[in-house]
């Protein structure tokens, strides 16, 4: 596709549920970020890969979140036994290569809701 | 560590009067900088950026933003708002080597007929 296509858009959840969150980026892009977006405040960093390797994620906030790019392209960003506080918007971005100071494409997001 | 401040959770302006939407950087050497724009249930867009070329950048739909070493600031201006303006920006600074950019809080910006 010509962007970066993120499902589902709306996922509502019960607490103590399991989501996973697509992510496809625009293809042959290296780099993808994905980033928590909590209501009324910026885009928080959660984790980085580069092509499939996780070189970056100090940003999770708990082992319940886990992500994964096992082939370098579209990534999954997991949370396990959800809870009130994981309610955000979850923000995929890409870039075409890691070493870059240029621009982020990011997608529209995924709203996730936990009641 | 690289943070940016928004100095304005919200911003205000009538249709046709200058924009300033304001933002102060901190960084441990010579920052990247951007500003990037979020319109309802869209996705973020790059505005513009600096990267230590030309201290004054230009963007798109007429903003533009001058990096200012010593106030430590990149504040995003317009001569004219327009209507379409309406939207959330973000101040951003890129930390690590590969470009991992921390947010700012964000600044509503508001335009009025």
């Known amino acids: 596709g010509a962007g970066v296509s993120q499902s589902p858009r709306y996922k509502v959840a019960k607490r103590g549920q399991d989501v996973a969150l697509r992510c496809d980026p625009i293809?042959?892009?290296?780099?993808l970020f994905w980033y928590q977006q909590a209501l009324g405040q910026g885009p928080e960093f959660l984790t980085y890969?580069?092509?499939?390797?996780?070189?970056?994620k100090s940003g999770l906030p708990s082992d319940r979140f886990f992500a994964e790019r096992p082939e370098g392209s579209v990534s999954t960003l997991k949370i396990q036994r959800t809870q009130q506080e994981d309610s955000a918007v979850y923000l995929c971005?890409?870039?075409?290569?890691?070493?870059?100071?240029?621009?982020?494409?990011f997608g529209e997001g995924s709203r996730l809701t936990v009641l | 560590a690289q943070s940016v401040t928004q100095l304005d959770s919200h911003v205000s302006v009538s249709e046709g009067t200058p924009v300033l939407l304001r933002c102060n950087y901190s960084?441990?050497?010579?920052?990247?900088l951007f500003w990037y724009v979020q319109h309802p249930n869209k996705g973020l867009q790059l505005l513009l950026k600096y990267t230590s070329a030309a201290t004054l950048v230009k963007g798109i739909n007429g903003f533009e933003a001058e990096f200012k070493k010593s106030e430590t600031s990149f504040h995003l201006t317009k001569p004219s708002a327009h209507m379409s303006d309406a939207a959330e920006y973000f101040c951003?600074?890129?930390?690590?080597?590969?470009?991992?950019?921390?947010f700012g809080a964000g600044t509503r910006l508001a335009v009025h007929p």
């Open positions: 971005a890409s870039s075409p290569r890691p070493q870059d100071t240029g621009e982020l494409f």
């Open positions: 293809s042959g892009h290296v780099s």
């Open positions: 960084s441990s050497y010579s920052p990247s």
């Open positions: 951003v600074v890129s930390a690590g080597g590969y470009n991992k950019l921390i």
């Open positions: 890969f580069q092509n499939e390797a996780q070189l970056d």
